[in-house]
């Protein structure tokens, strides 16, 4: 599986924008970026995930460098229930999800 | 819809046990799969199936089974439980294989061994 950097863990005021980096230095041209979450003691949730565009839902914004290498998941306005681990994980279009794994995530922290 | 659901949610072994983690989904997805997260660790495939009747290893497949019967249920079977294999215990399921096709998890099953 491709191989993901993100940093450990990160601290956000509630209410402001927690800004998740992650580095995909060997990303191919056609391989998907993906974002899932983690609360405490529950299943990974799918968040967004993108190719080359920025990408908005109503969880979050994705920003993707224009060399690919690295990406930004943006949650516009935190709040306590996204103190959650958060994955970066990145795959072929053409590969099997289900054969992804996941890294070890950034832990995000809300404090009030 | 219940999603992807996981029996039982604690688990205690002693060691040489077996015992069978089930896992259900009822989405009418193919593709379903086995993880286990240790602390501090990311997810690591264990097994994985891509319809009824078809299985295979992810990246830690030894000491556990899989089979895939029917569409909605993919149980995972511990043959001679091993204080290495505890863990927290996930399923997840999609209606496809791509990259692009979401994957849904279940609730876990936190399974010790002694």
């Known amino acids: 599986d491709a191989k993901t950097t993100q940093p450990t863990s990160m601290d956000c005021a509630e209410g402001r924008a927690a800004n998740l980096p992650c580095n995909h230095s060997t990303i191919s041209g056609n391989e998907y970026v993906y974002w899932y979450r983690q609360i405490h003691s529950q299943g990974p949730q799918y968040i967004i995930h993108g190719l080359k565009n920025n990408e908005t839902n109503e969880m979050a914004s994705l920003i993707i460098t224009e060399d690919r290498k690295s990406s930004t998941l943006i949650l516009p306005h935190a709040t306590l229930r996204d103190t959650a681990v958060y994955y970066c994980?990145?795959?072929?279009?053409?590969?099997?999800?289900?054969?992804?794994?996941f890294g070890k995530g950034t832990l995000l922290t809300v404090n009030p | 819809n219940a999603g992807v659901t996981q029996t039982p949610k604690f688990q205690v072994l002693k060691t040489g046990q077996s015992m069978t983690l089930q896992c259900a989904q009822d989405?009418?997805?193919?593709?379903m799969s086995w993880y286990r997260q240790d602390p501090g660790m990311g997810l690591r495939l264990i097994h994985y199936?891509?319809?009824?009747?078809?299985?295979d290893q992810g990246e830690v497949p030894n000491g556990y089974n899989v089979s895939r019967s029917t569409t909605e249920d993919f149980p995972l079977r511990l043959l001679s439980a091993a204080p290495s294999q505890t863990s927290v215990y996930f399923c997840?399921?999609?209606?496809?294989?791509?990259?692009?096709?979401?994957?849904?998890f279940g609730p876990g099953t936190r399974l010790t061994v002694l």
């Open positions: 994980r990145w795959g072929n279009s053409g590969g099997s999800n289900y054969k992804l794994t």
């Open positions: 199936s891509v319809g009824a009747g078809i299985t």
């Open positions: 989405m009418n997805h193919e593709y």
């Open positions: 997840a399921s999609s209606y496809g294989p791509m990259s692009t096709d979401t994957q849904y």
